[in-house]
């Protein structure tokens, strides 16, 4: 099993900066990629960052430039930068993990971020 304990959401104006971090614990040694999600009101969830155990990383263009995602493998942290946050940006944001062995996916249980215009 894989905890996954997601952090540092919040209100921010548009145009401001975030930090996500999410804490990974237990099975920490099975985990392949990691991911951040956002989930808007109303709308499927989306994927806006992977890593992969071996450092690739891919974005989407809808956030590519503006968010940057990074793990900290000593402290078993994923982190999610977001900066130039638009009122678009307003949503539940889920870390995820998948495991090497049987694909699984973990998740958090997610972190409002809400951008004021």
């Given amino acids: ?9 919040g209100l921010v104006q548009a145009g401001g900066s975030l930090r996500l971090s999410c804490a990974a614990s237990g099975r920490i040694f099975s985990i392949n990629a990691m991911y951040w999600y956002q989930q808007a009101p109303g709308k499927q969830r989306e994927l806006v960052a992977s890593i992969t155990s071996g450092g690739s990383i891919n974005y989407p263009d809808s956030v590519k430039g503006r968010f940057t995602i990074s793990r900290d493998n000593a402290k078993n942290t994923l982190y999610l930068q977001m900066n130039s946050l638009k009122p678009e940006d307003t949503a539940v944001y889920y870390c995820a993990a998948t ?19």
């Fill in 1 to 9: 099993q894989v905890q996954l304990v997601e952090s540092g959401g």
């Fill in 99 to 117: 495991e090497y062995a049987t694909g699984r996916k973990y998740w958090g249980q997610g972190t409002q971020v809400t951008v004021s215009s």
